[in-house]
């Protein structure tokens, strides 16, 4: 069984649990990392051509706006072909209750009839929010497997986590 991990990571300056804190890698980067080593799966990481804010408070607002326009931003890069792989990972950070407006990008580009579709996020407080049901819609003719949700500020200790919920659902 062959897998690939799509996902979205921001850096720069994050929310922490009712803080601010400039960090050096996404934490939906480090989440995918791990399922990355874990499963043996390759990775694409989706990066809008240009880049959100560093600044955390900007950036909401302008990830809110492109939203609210239902704006597909330009990515520096295309994944155009899924057909090698049997399970696609897929995460991002939670923005406005949903993955943020780049994955939509990629994720509409996609042919995902006959795959197996594995959902995670990262988030401060909302969970998986509307990520399985989104997915649901978009990645049409896949199986969309039950979703995990990581709290960013414990990603570093989620690898354990990870194992049990792939395990689980592989």
Known sequence: MKSLVIYFSRADENYFG???????????????????KITGADSFKVERKVPYSKDYMTCIREAQDEQRRNE?????????????????????PVYWGTLPQPMFTELTRLDFTGKTVVPFTTHEGSGLASVPFDLKKICKGATVKPGLAIVGSSVNSSKLKLEKWINENL
């Open 18 to 36: 009712g803080s601010m804190k400039y960090i050096d890698k996404g934490n939906t980067e480090i989440v995918a990392e791990y399922i990355k």
């Open 72 to 92: 597909l931003p330009e990515l520096k890069e295309y994944l155009d072909d899924v057909s090698d792989y049997d399970v696609i990972f897929i995460g991002g």
